[in-house]
């Protein structure tokens, strides 16, 4: 293969990848802060023994939904790869 041709190549695929990265970038961020909220909530439970029952549950409840939305965006981006696989022809 000539070095233009390894270069579309690599230019095709570069651009596939950041193709897949961007996907579902929203509800990764959204996942991100749920996490960081939660434990923000939970984390003060360690030096505050009197700290709110219900905040430390809200708490390790946003932290489920935060990996939820993890796996969401993992399983979105797998059922796109498997639907657009990369093509180095197209």
Known sequence: ????????????????????????????????????????LVAPSWWIFDWSHLAIQIGYGLIMLGWVAYIYVIWKRTAWRRANPFDPKA
């Open 1 to 40: 293969m000539s070095d233009t041709g390894e270069a579309e190549l690599l230019a095709k695929q570069t651009a596939y990848i950041d193709t897949l990265r961007g996907l579902y970038r929203r509800e990764r961020l959204v996942g991100f802060f749920l996490i960081l909220a939660g434990f923000a």
